[in-house]
T-cell receptor
Framework: DAKTTQPNSMESNEEEPVHLPCNHS???????IHWYRQLPSQGPEYVIHGLTSNVNNRMASLAIAEDRKSSTLILHRATLRDAAVYYC??????????????FGQGTRLTINP | DSGVTQTPKHLITATGQRVTLRCSPRSGDLSVYWYQQSLDQGLQFLIQYYNGEERAKGNILERFSAQQFPDLHSELNLSSLELGDSALYFCASSGQSRGYTFGSGTRLTVV
């Protein structure tokens, strides 16, 4: 499984943008980049995923470097509800059966009121 | 409601006992995954089933076993329980091009 490196923790203020970095220098050409988050005492929640191009959805944006060796999850206006552990995960593309998600330690995001 | 249902939500049992955790995947998903999360620890992958067959195995103890039934629900069996088995156990499911969805977990306390 290709590895990812994330900062252990980050802190931001409410209503400000947050940029969560992830390094994945050993990514292969068919690896997808996933972001999940886990709020306290809850199961992980899907945030966003991408392959090569930048992606946007209602929760966040994913900016992928041109060489795909790093990516950044962008929360445009953080709220207190965004305080969670954020995981950056790589999965290889396979046709059937999907691939297990391998979680690292993630980044614990603290949002200050 | 994520679409993945786990029962029970809480379970308290004694050391040496056996318990069964149940997971109903999101409708249409063929893959089911089990994870363990101990206090302040990361999510550890235990095992994956795809359409009834074991697909991948992680750090699952020999005292633990799982299966996926024809209706695609899955059960995780934990036996000879030890205090260290106390944890949150999450089930997730995935389908073709549908991403992964996690349940709300079963909190197991071994006393």
């Amino acid at each position: 499984d290709a590895k990812t490196t994330q900062p252990n923790s980050m802190e931001s203020n409410e209503e400000e943008p947050v940029h969560l970095p992830c390094n994945h220098s050993t990514i292969s050409g068919t690896d997808y980049i996933h972001w999940y988050r886990q709020l306290p005492s809850q199961g992980p929640e899907y945030v966003i995923h991408g392959l090569t191009s930048n992606v946007n959805n209602r929760m966040a944006s994913l900016a992928i470097a041109e060489d795909r060796k790093s990516s950044t999850l962008i929360l445009h206006r953080a709220t207190l509800r965004d305080a969670a552990v954020y995981y950056c995960i790589l999965t290889p593309f396979i046709i059937q059966g999907a691939q297990k998600l391998v979680f690292g330690q993630g980044t614990r995001l603290t949002i200050n009121p | 409601d994520s679409g993945v249902t786990q029962t029970p939500k809480h379970l308290i049992t004694a050391t040496g006992q056996r318990v069964t955790l149940r997971c109903s995947p999101r409708s249409g998903d063929l893959s089911v995954y089990w994870y363990q999360q101990s206090l302040d620890q990361g999510l550890q992958f235990l095992i994956q089933y795809y359409n009834g067959e074991e697909r991948a195995k992680g750090n699952i103890l020999e005292r633990f076993s799982a299966q996926q039934f024809p209706d695609l629900h899955s059960e995780l069996n934990l036996s000879s329980l030890e205090l260290g088995d106390s944890a949150l156990y999450f089930c997730a499911s995935s389908g073709q091009s549908r991403g992964y969805t996690f349940g709300s977990g079963t909190r197991l306390t071994v006393v």
